[in-house]
């Protein structure tokens, strides 16, 4: 069955520290992995999109890896800021086709003065 | 950055009435869809759309549900008898050149937050 899961389901953070957010998926075949970051109320947001050939990929601050043989993937934060604070789903595509892209429930960060 | 716009933010209706999502894609992106996140839950697909037709849709999206691309630019989102069950945040999503599995980025709109009472 394909699925996506995450971990931890929430954090918290103090500002300035850096977090990494677990994703790990059993979707086959694999096609691409991305990285949304979802503001409270709004839509998902892409941050980075890595293909089975990509491991690393950054986006300023956001630094996400891939391991396609254990397939899994983490998203690291570096020096976290307030407006960090959102949900951070991973999002794993199957075959082509709008109907697979197979969502995780997301990590909930939370980072504090 | 280019924006999918979605209205109305927040829609509140009785249970049985019917509802409109309107969305209005960027504007030179082709492939249209339609997504749901009940409270809690993962997002979920609806439907999928491209040149005036449906290219895909998932078992939720069912007799109740239609969409629509009623002018250049709009594409909207009708639930005809709505159930508790629908309360959910809609988002509409576009991409350039379709088959959202691919490396094409999709873009989301902030979402309509249906609440059926």
């Known amino acids: 069955k394909n699925q996506v899961e995450q971990s931890p389901q929430s954090l918290i953070i103090l500002e300035g520290k850096n977090c990494t957010l677990q994703?790990?998926?059993?979707?086959?075949?694999?096609?691409?992995l991305r990285w949304y970051k979802q503001d409270t109320g709004r839509g998902p947001v892409s941050l980075t999109i890595m293909t089975f050939s990509e491991n690393t990929k950054s986006n300023g601050r956001y630094t996400a890896t891939l391991d396609a043989d254990t397939k899994q993937s983490s998203l690291h934060i570096t020096a976290s800021q307030l407006s960090d604070s959102a949900s951070y789903i991973c999002?794993?595509?199957?075959?082509?086709?709008?109907?697979?892209?197979?969502f995780g429930t997301g990590t909930r960060l939370t980072v504090i003065p | 950055e280019p924006e999918v716009t979605q209205t109305p933010s927040h829609q509140v209706t009785q249970m049985g009435q019917e509802v409109i999502l309107r969305c209005v894609p960027i504007s030179n992106h082709l492939y249209f869809y339609w997504y749901r996140q009940i409270l809690g839950q993962k997002v979920e697909f609806l439907v999928s759309?491209?040149?005036?037709?449906?290219?895909?849709k998932s078992e939720i999206f069912d007799d109740q549900f239609s969409v629509e691309r009623p002018d250049g630019s709009n594409f909207t989102l009708k639930i005809r008898s709505t159930k508790l069950e629908d309360s959910a945040m809609y988002f509409c999503?576009?991409?350039?050149?379709?088959?959202?599995?691919?490396?094409?980025?999709?873009?989301f709109g902030s979402g309509t937050q249906l609440s059926v009472l």
């Open positions: 999002v794993v595509s199957g075959e082509p086709g709008a109907n697979n892209l197979f």
């Open positions: 994703c790990n998926y059993t979707v086959s075949p694999f096609s691409n």
């Open positions: 999503a576009s991409d350039l050149q379709g088959r959202a599995a691919t490396n094409e980025k999709l873009f």
């Open positions: 759309f491209y040149n005036n037709e449906i290219s895909e």
